[in-house]
């Protein structure tokens, strides 16, 4: 099983709005990703989850907050977000160094 | 940071067609996967490829890590290989995948 699954697939939220974006995955990854995806572009890098542990922040605004709860949970609280906020939102897992593996993404809409 | 550059950015393909993506590295990497995202933003794993080749089917991959560079080919290619294909690598001691640049290849009947 290579699956990762990300809850919701799409997600309409106004700019006052609190929403979380959820992923899972039982193949023993012991590391997870957040990446953001624009139109016509690659996924760019937002967090690393190493062991449970937040190891990579690429500077992403504190209005998106990572939460590792356990070894197959990976959340993404979403707060006060802008409209330029509205993207595809990828969830990965590894095996330390290995084969990524991703989810089918969450299609987020910030009104 | 590593950069990743792919090429070309489009490509348009009568079907039965072959092609080579390619994707270059500006530094050493750890590992090399091909992606194909689909019109529904779905990353599937084409390859995972450090170094050496692999076929799967109508695709193959190739990696020449001391040149870095890496190549994929489609052979025969169906409308169903419509997509942005991405190559991304690990570099350094950092669990840190970086994606290339894309290639959007479309195939017509």
């Known amino acids: 099983d290579t699956e990762v699954t990300q809850t919701p697939k799409h997600l309409v939220m106004g700019m006052t709005n609190k929403k979380s974006l959820k992923c899972e995955q039982h193949m023993g990854h012991r590391a997870m990703y957040w990446y953001k995806q624009k139109a016509k572009k690659p996924p760019e890098l937002m967090f690393v989850y190493s062991y449970e542990k937040l190891s990579i922040n690429e500077s992403v605004p504190s209005r998106f907050s990572p939460e590792c709860p356990n070894s197959s949970l990976l959340n993404l609280h979403l707060h006060a977000l802008q409209p330029e906020d509205s993207a595809l939102y990828l969830c990965a897992s590894a095996l330390g160094g290995g084969e990524a593996f991703f989810g089918q993404g969450t299609r987020l809409t910030v009104v | ?109």
């Open chain 2, 1 to 109: 940071g590593i950069q990743v550059e792919q090429s070309p950015p489009d490509l348009i393909l009568q079907e039965g067609a072959n092609s080579t993506l390619r994707c270059n590295f500006s530094d050493s990497v750890n590992n090399l996967q091909w992606f194909h995202q689909n019109p529904w933003g779905q990353l599937i794993n084409l390859f995972y490829i450090p170094s050496g080749t692999k076929q799967n089917g109508r695709l193959s991959a190739t990696t020449v890590a001391t040149e870095r560079y890496s190549l994929l080919y489609i052979s025969s290619s169906q409308t169903t290989d419509s997509g942005v294909y991405f190559c991304a690598v690990l570099a350094g001691g950092y669990q840190k995948v970086t994606f290339g640049t894309g290639t959007k290849l479309q195939v017509i009947p």
